[in-house]
């Protein structure tokens, strides 16, 4: 027998251990790459503590040695092998740290040190579970580490991941750790340089260390999230944007924070300049990646903040994110919950601090990214009022379809008597100017938003109310701003003997008719220039929003609305005295159909275009005739 083979000794794994290799083994990871990862978070632990221990102490091996992690693969003997320089392992460490499943040799060392040097440090991770992850690729796995510690003799540990593993002494000359992985027959694909350069770039390109690849730096960007914001320049800082976007383009804007309570971490967040969505793209996806000590957790981690900021690129790195199984299913872990919830507090007040102090900025800021923005009114209760005070809008007191106002601005300068904020919308400005629903608002020069995104109605209807004002359509039925109208808004022509009798009447003509289409007909208090309007009964979404739900239910149909009728128009006059004769009523009933159809058209409703264009000829064959005394004189 050997002499090796006389001083090699055997362990048996723990009886828990051996229940969990199979699953920490084959089940913990989705992605078989991420060994790799967890090798290099291993040695990066190990030369942060080497790095911590120089500080603090002379006398220690390999003084001259530089803090460099080197990774080989050799295809024909097909084994993988990852060096570092760090602090290595004794005997009784491999034993504790590699031997034990859950034994974190970063805890037992950090608990070792003065609470400054806890800081200095900055150490996590886990050895033992994330080491195991190796057994996915692997048949056999040796170990060859040399501690630090002067005159301690090297060891190598081997193990093929079942029952047992092995120890034996060894010669190495230098301090640290050598990891062998002798890759099963389907696994050859790890000992390929560019295999092997591709997953460092994924997971772990921030490493503070440098990693090199058969030779060569593989490591090239530095985690500028971790330094001082005082010591980066913006060039920096455009740079880091573009690597880890992918584009060329500069951010519209940046944050760059760290916290430590109620957890740790340090982040940069960056706002594209340009919104993709708008350009007939799919919708974006998430781009903030979450870190651990500088190694990827997960790429567009969607966890990290709500769908309604998907717009949002950057890097979140947390120490109190254990390098275990956690990586897998953090979805549930309550240390992402809490950092979601200060990173979108951090967001929110950036944006709030850019519209008062740089309002063009904002502008430009909303433009882009408003339409996304607002979907957060609906589903984040917590952050409604923030986000309503965001929400920017155009109105009937801008100067052009660019100006915008906020609904703070809304109602600063609402009239002294004004109860309510109230919106119109159409598919754009041109249009709603020329609805007649402005006509009273116009009279009374009060102010009405204008809303050309359908969007904006889900949104404001989600607000209700803003500072105690409650949010209204200029659609609907009953106004607060109705309630003392003069029903005498202006003076178009006198009225005919006995209107008020005739006007009834032809009321009562119109309720019959469009008895099918309507809720009811009544006298409006709200039209100055237009004959008649279709308004909603309370509670029901404009016919904007209808439209927008039928898109998605072709079952729904469009709500029935109220008729008003503006008495003072000289159409309406006229139509009331040829309803006082009996021989007008078929031409009255095809006007009266046309009137509705006309106030459909212009919310933007045409129920059956194929009925209107005879219609419609009808009514000009009866002009026609009239005015070449053909037929029965109509009234003007």
């Not at 974006?284 to 969607?302: A, R």
């Not at 754009?428 to 359908?454: A, G, W």
């Amino acid at each position: 027998m050997s002499e090796k083979m006389k001083q090699e000794e055997s362990f048996e794994f723990q009886a828990e251990i051996k229940k969990l290799l199979n699953i920490l083994s084959h089940s913990l990871y989705t992605h078989k790459e991420v060994f790799l990862r967890e090798l290099i978070s291993n040695a990066s632990d190990a030369l942060t503590k080497m790095k911590f221990c120089s500080l603090t102490n002379t006398d220690y091996e390999g003084k001259d040695i530089p803090f460099e992690i080197s990774i080989d693969g050799d295809e024909e003997k097909k084994t993988l092998t990852i060096t570092d320089t760090g602090i290595g392992m004794t005997k009784d460490e491999i034993i504790q740290n590699v031997g034990t499943i859950a034994k974190s040799g970063s805890l037992e060392f950090i608990t070792n040190l003065s609470e400054q040097a806890k800081k200095d440090s900055n150490i996590i991770g886990q050895f033992g579970v994330g080491f195991y992850s190796v057994f996915m690729v692997a048949d056999e796995v040796r170990i060859r580490t040399k501690s630090h510690k002067k005159g301690e003799p090297a060891y190598e540990w081997h193990s093929d991941g079942t029952g047992k593993y092995f120890l034996n002494p060894i010669e190495k000359e230098n301090r640290g750790t050598e990891i062998i992985v002798h890759l099963k027959d389907e696994e050859k694909e790890y000992t390929e340089k560019t295999r092997i350069q591709s997953i460092i770039k994924k997971y772990s390109n921030f490493v503070s260390f440098p990693i090199m690849v058969c030779g060569e730096r593989a490591n090239q960007i530095t985690a500028i999230w971790k330094e001082p914001k005082k010591e980066i320049k913006e060039e920096q800082y455009n740079e880091f944007y573009k690597f880890i976007s992918n584009t060329e383009d500069t951010p519209l804007f940046r944050l760059h924070t760290s916290a430590e309570a109620p957890i740790q971490f340090s982040s940069i967040l960056y706002c594209p300049s340009t919104n993709y969505e708008t350009y007939g793209f799919k919708k974006l996806e998430h781009g903030v990646h979450l870190y651990s000590n500088k190694i990827l957790i997960q790429s567009d981690c969607k966890m990290l903040l709500p769908e309604y900021m998907r717009f949002i690129h950057g890097v979140v790195d947390s120490a109190d994110i254990p390098l275990n199984i956690s990586r897998e299913t953090f979805q549930d872990n309550r240390i992402i919950h809490k950092m979601k919830s200060v990173l979108v507090k951090q967001v929110l007040t950036l944006l709030q601090d850019m519209a008062r102090n740089e309002k063009e900025k904002y502008e430009t800021f909303w433009r882009q990214f408003g339409r996304i923005l607002k979907e957060g009114v609906h589903f984040d209760f917590e952050n409604k009022d923030t986000l309503a005070q965001l929400m920017r809008f155009n109105s009937s007191m801008c100067k052009s379809p660019d100006e915008l106002l906020s609904l703070k601005e809304y109602i600063d300068r609402m009239k002294p008597d004004q109860k309510e904020v109230y919106y119109i919308t159409a598919v754009n400005r041109e249009t709603i100017e020329k609805s007649p629903y402005l006509e009273i608002f116009r009279k009374k020069d009060i102010e009405v938003m204008y809303l050309t995104d359908p969007n904006d109605e889900f949104l404001l209807s989600g607000l209700h109310e803003f500072e105690k004002k409650p949010i209204r359509s200029a659609d609907q039925a009953n106004l607060d701003l109705l309630k003392d109208s003069d029903k005498k808004i202006v003076d178009i022509t006198e009225e005919p003997q006995n209107y008020e009798e005739i006007f009834k009447h032809l009321l009562k003509t119109i309720k019959v008719t469009l008895a099918d289409r309507t809720i009811d007909v009544k006298e409006s208090n709200r039209l100055v220039d237009s004959p008649c309007c279709l308004v909603n009964p309370d509670g029901v979404p404009s016919v904007h929003v209808q439209k927008l739900i039928q898109m998605v239910d072709s079952n729904y149909k469009i709500s029935k609305k109220i008729m008003e009728i503006n008495r003072k128009h000289r159409m309406i006059q006229n139509l009331a005295r040829m309803n006082e004769t009996p021989s007008y009523q078929p031409l009255i009933e095809k006007i009266v159909n046309q009137l509705f159809e006309n106030a459909l058209m212009q919310d933007g409703v045409v129920y059956d275009p194929t009925s209107m264009a005879p219609r419609l000829n009808e009514l000009l064959e009866e002009l026609t005739k009239a005015t070449l005394g053909e037929g029965k004189r109509i009234i003007v």
